[in-house]
C-alpha cells in the first residue's frame, strides 16, 4: 500500500512558475512509476508527465512540454514537478499516482493516487 501527498499548489500569475511535490509512504519506492495528472473543473483527467521506475525515462503531455519538468529523489521517496512559464490554461488540480513496475499514460494504469493540490493560474 502507498499514501500520496502532494503540496505546492497555490495561486501564480501567468508566466510564473511553481514546483509541486508528491511525497510517498510505504516502502520500495524506486520500484514505482510516478505520474503527474490533472484535471480542470468540466474536464476529464489528463496525462501531464510520467517518470518511469525503470531509468528514470520521462513522458511530458505536448500541452506542457518545455515547460514543466518531471523529477523524483527516491532517498526521500518524493517525486516533484517544476513547472515554468505557466498559462491560464494550466489551471487545474494536479494529482500525482504511482504503480508498481508499470505505469503509462492513462489514469487507469495507476493503482495509487494523492489527494489533488489546486493551481490556479491567473492571466
Known amino acids: 500500500q502507498v499514501q500520496l501527498v502532494e503540496s505546492g499548489g497555490g495561486l501564480v500569475q501567468a508566466g510564473g512558475s511553481l514546483r509541486l511535490s508528491c511525497a510517498a509512504s510505504g516502502r520500495s519506492f524506486s520500484s514505482y512509476t510516478m505520474g503527474w495528472f490533472r484535471q480542470a473543473p468540466g474536464k476529464e483527467r489528463e496525462f501531464v508527465a510520467v517518470i518511469f521506475w525503470s531509468g528514470g525515462m520521462t513522458l511530458y503531455a505536448d500541452s506542457v512540454k518545455g515547460r514543466f519538468t518531471i523529477s523524483r529523489d527516491n532517498t526521500k521517496n518524493t517525486v516533484y514537478l517544476q513547472m515554468n512559464s505557466l498559462k491560464p490554461e494550466d489551471t487545474a488540480v494536479y494529482y500525482c499516482?504511482?504503480?508498481?513496475?508499470?505505469?503509462?499514460?492513462?489514469?487507469?494504469?495507476?493503482?495509487?493516487w494523492g489527494q489533488g493540490t489546486q493551481v490556479t493560474v491567473s492571466s
Open positions: 499516482a504511482a504503480k508498481s513496475f508499470g505505469g503509462n499514460l492513462r489514469p487507469s494504469g495507476y493503482d495509487y
